[in-house]
């Protein structure tokens, strides 16, 4: 499995790019001898015939994406379009100099590639689906058809604490708001300076935002709306965070402010650093605020939009909306202020809701419309996706969660989660198949942190197997 993982990760694969690892994963499946097709979105499907014995049993789809995040740090060097991840081994964990890692969904599609290339794995009929997209909009579950699976039973390998069962997830919706704004020469006598909230945790927009860790983009806006406050402070550009599903680690600013100024403002940053350190002590350790000088801009925000969008961004939710009243410690509803890019007179921002009710997410999704609207921004909702309802009594959940016991000696918690999984979607078109998910240890998805545990692995990769040879016969033989 770990030389199925590495050469995967040697092939560039970023979320709507990835027509070099569909033409690896299908050369893989063609090279075994295996039925292998691509549909018409680029999910590529690879079916292997039940092992000598266990042609009696239910198929199994083994289900994982092919996309990864891509991040990085800013001093990293690294071209995510032309290199291989750089993998390396710390202790008992595997870690990636400076990037992501792409466990994130690396591990569970080389396991379902471990299962089809080996000659000694006991198994049923494997129906391996490997979407596309998963990160940036799950258009590969979206777009794949009914009719085209056969598997009564999906096993999902795409969560990431491994001693969990995962039977529902959140769904989600991208909230992008864009507009234009007057552009101003700056006042004479101004010196600028490049402004840098860095050094954040970040992590999954999902399946970390109850840890209360700091967002990049909120903080340089405090930052930044505290000093208008008190100086003649004009910003020239904001260029913060990235991805949607990743909390935002790093943020910038070029500002201006008046040379008699300058000493007040360096104090004030150094003060609200100081307190930003002490609120965000235990989650960001490594928060720092840097100041540098830079050349002038042609061009500042002017005065009037400078206000508008600095106070937006202050008012648009950010965080846990709403805990689940239902089961404990689920955030039922949330959002991820992502994106925040204001320069040569145009602005973007970009959010990331989810929410396992759907009209609770619509309604935090649309209170962030009208906190943009009230400037005059154009909002738009796309990319919507529904959650996974939970369905405890499926035979598959009961049989995993007594294999679970017997292998370890302690019962696994059945739960949800708030990351967005393929699994509600794919149930969509097909409705009676029994769904459920797990994975090895992995740590600090969606961020250069990311790291999956060795030996999780092989906890993971036992209970697979054994899973595996305890598949159900055929419901309709």
């Not at 499907?45 to 000598?52: E, L, N």
């Not at 699976?149 to 969990?164: A, Y």
């Not at 797990?438 to 697979?464: C, M, T």
Request: aromatic share 6%; glycine share 10%.
């Amino acid at each position: 499995m770990w030389q199925h993982f590495a050469a995967l990760n040697a092939v560039p694969r970023p979320s709507k790019k990835e027509q070099r690892v569909i033409a690896f994963m299908k050369e893989f499946g063609e090279r075994l001898g295996l039925e292998t097709c691509v549909d018409e979105i680029g999910n590529v499907i690879i079916r292997k015939p039940a092992s000598a014995g266990m042609e009696d049993r239910a198929t199994v789809v083994l289900q994982g994406h092919l996309d990864m995040v891509h991040q990085k740090n800013a001093d990293t060097d690294f071209d995510f379009d032309s290199q291989g991840i750089d993998m390396y081994i710390d202790g008992d964990w595997v870690k990636a100099r400076g990037t992501t890692l792409g466990a994130d969904n690396g591990i569970g599609v080389a396991s379902a590639m471990a299962i089809l290339a080996s000659n000694d794995i006991q198994h049923p009929a494997i129906e391996a689906l490997f979407t596309i997209d998963e990160e940036t909009g799950m258009t590969g579950a979206m777009g794949l058809k009914g009719g085209l699976l056969e598997g009564e039973i999906l096993l999902n390998l795409d969560t990431e604490d491994d001693d969990e069962i995962t039977i529902g997830c959140a769904g989600g919706v991208d909230v992008t708001v864009t507009g234009s704004y007057p552009q101003e020469p700056p006042e004479a006598g101004c010196v600028a300076f490049r402004v840098s909230v860095k050094g954040l945790t970040g992590g999954h927009s999902g399946m970390d935002i109850h840890r209360g860790r700091g967002n990049a983009n909120k903080l340089i806006n405090r930052l930044l709306f505290l000093s208008a406050q008190k100086l003649a402070l004009r910003v020239a550009s904001i260029d913060a965070g990235g991805l949607r599903n990743a909390i935002p680690r790093e943020s910038f600013a070029v500002v201006t402010v008046n040379q008699s100024q300058v000493a007040d403002f360096k104090a004030l940053i150094a003060s609200e650093t100081k307190i930003l350190q002490a609120e965000y002590a235990t989650t960001d350790p490594r928060l720092e605020v840097v100041m540098e000088p830079v050349e002038g801009p042609a061009s500042v925000l002017s005065a009037d939009f400078q206000g508008k969008i600095l106070r937006a961004v202050w008012a648009c939710p950010n965080g846990i909306f709403r805990m689940s009243p239902d089961i404990d410690d689920l955030v039922q509803t949330s959002n991820n202020l992502a994106r925040v890019r204001v320069a040569e007179g145009n602005y973007k921002v970009l959010c990331l809701t989810r929410g396992s009710v759907d009209t609770e997410k619509m309604d935090l999704a649309n209170a962030i419309r009208c906190t943009f609207e009230l400037i005059d921004a154009n909002v738009s909702l796309d990319g919507a996706y529904p959650g996974w309802a939970p369905r405890p009594d499926a035979p598959i959940v009961k049989m995993m969660s007594e294999l679970y016991e017997e292998m370890f000696g302690e019962k696994a918690p059945v739960l949800a989660c708030h990351a967005g999984l393929e699994c509600g979607i794919l149930g969509t078109n097909y409705p009676d198949i029994q769904m459920i998910s797990f994975g090895p240890n992995i740590r600090g998805a969606h961020s250069p942190d990311e790291k999956v545990q060795i030996s999780s692995v092989q906890k993971y990769w036992g209970y697979l197997m054994e899973a595996l040879k305890r598949i159900p016969a055929k419901s309709n033989p």
